[in-house]
């Protein structure tokens, strides 16, 4: 028996979620079965949890798009018995059960060795949301973007991916400009690395189509207007990242700003990525996040208080990281 947070979706009680003992008959197909450690909630853990987006393909659903572990069977050539692996992303917590439980039965492909640099808590401080925070200075650097070019934004910055970034950014060197609705972390970004702190209120109405030019690039997590408006605002060839959509999934936008100023918006999509970019960001995340701001991001919480914490997650009430520790 092992214990897991199930989502389910019945006639007779509609959209539930709680936690529940499984057995293993309930494991789904796959050649890596892993004895979970620790998982994390998402913002997309979130959506699902609580039932505010249509995240969950099918029911029952375990959710957790994240896990740490240590391999318990495997038939896959890249893994044995004992090995520490990590999970992000590739539809698992949505169409395929997830991390959210002591055990889950995965595709081999999917997973990637824990990096000796962290302990499996740390890699779930990290997660998903700083794995895709990672994707996003990847992403910067690619397009040429150096600490030399200018201050790079960070919108929700307070949150997850937001907190993440603005840590590796600042040790690479970058002056970071953080974008927050909640003025009490002003001082807690300041610490992550950010040099200034700004009212997120300045980007999530309506703007004009050019606004004045201020960003060398810029990490976004809340989509819409805020998105719109920091385009609007970025310096000639500057480069946007785009990863989150906590505003809306909208783009009330124009062209102006990508063909009177040559401004690049690169997507970046953490579910799908390809396994030599995770191995690449993982490997990053080893040397360009400093572990000892991971306690600064995160707080830790038992499988049994997962589903509380989603709902307080969705409310806007949760700074950085939450890592879920599944076996208390």
């Given at each position: 028996m092992y214990k897991a947070i199930v989502i389910n979706k019945t006639e007779a009680e509609g959209?539930?979620?709680?936690?529940?003992?499984?057995?293993?008959?309930?494991?789904?197909?796959?050649?890596?079965?892993?004895?979970?450690?620790?998982?994390?909630?998402?913002y997309k853990d979130g959506l699902a949890i609580t039932g505010k987006g249509p995240v969950v393909r099918k029911f029952p659903m375990v959710p957790g798009i994240d896990l740490a572990g240590t391999v318990m069977a495997s038939t896959h050539a890249d893994f044995k018995v004992g090995d520490a692996v990590?999970?992000?992303?590739?539809?698992?917590?949505?169409?395929?059960p997830g991390g959210l439980a002591q055990k889950a039965r995965l595709k081999g492909d999917w997973l990637v060795p824990l990096p000796a640099a962290f302990k499996p808590e740390q890699a779930m401080a990290i997660g998903t949301a700083g794995y895709t925070a990672m994707l996003c200075v990847m992403a910067l650097e690619r397009h040429g973007v150096t600490p030399d070019k200018g201050e790079i934004l960070v919108t929700?910055?307070?949150?997850?991916v937001g907190s993440v970034a603005v840590a590796i950014l600042a040790k690479l060197g970058y002056t970071v400009v953080a974008s927050t609705g909640r003025p009490s972390e002003g001082e807690y970004?300041?610490?992550?690395?950010?040099?200034e702190i700004v009212d997120r209120a300045q980007f999530s109405e309506p703007g004009r189509p050019l606004g004045k030019e201020r960003w060398a690039g810029a990490v976004d997590t809340v989509?819409?207007?805020?998105?719109?408006?920091?385009?609007?605002?970025t310096r000639y060839r500057g480069v946007v990242t785009c990863c989150g959509l906590a505003q809306g999934m909208d783009f009330p936008s124009t062209v102006a700003?990508?063909?009177?100023?040559?401004?690049t918006l690169a997507g970046i999509d953490s579910v799908m990525a390809p396994k030599a970019d995770r191995l690449e960001a993982w490997s990053r995340l080893a040397t360009d996040l400093d572990?000892?701001?991971?306690?600064?991001?995160?707080?830790?919480?038992?499988l049994s208080e997962a589903i509380d914490a989603a709902g307080e997650l969705m409310a806007g009430k949760i700074r950085g990281r939450v890592v879920v520790d599944v076996n208390r």
């Open positions: 959209y539930t979620a709680h936690l529940m003992d499984l057995d293993d008959g309930d494991l789904p197909e796959g050649d890596v079965t892993v004895k979970v450690a620790y998982s994390t909630l998402n990590v999970l992000n992303g590739w539809g698992v917590g949505e169409g395929h929700g910055a307070a949150g997850g970004l300041k610490t992550l690395g950010a040099a989509g819409s207007h805020t998105l719109a408006n920091v385009c609007a605002t700003p990508f063909i009177l100023r040559g401004v572990v000892r701001k991971l306690d600064l991001i995160t707080h830790q919480i038992g």
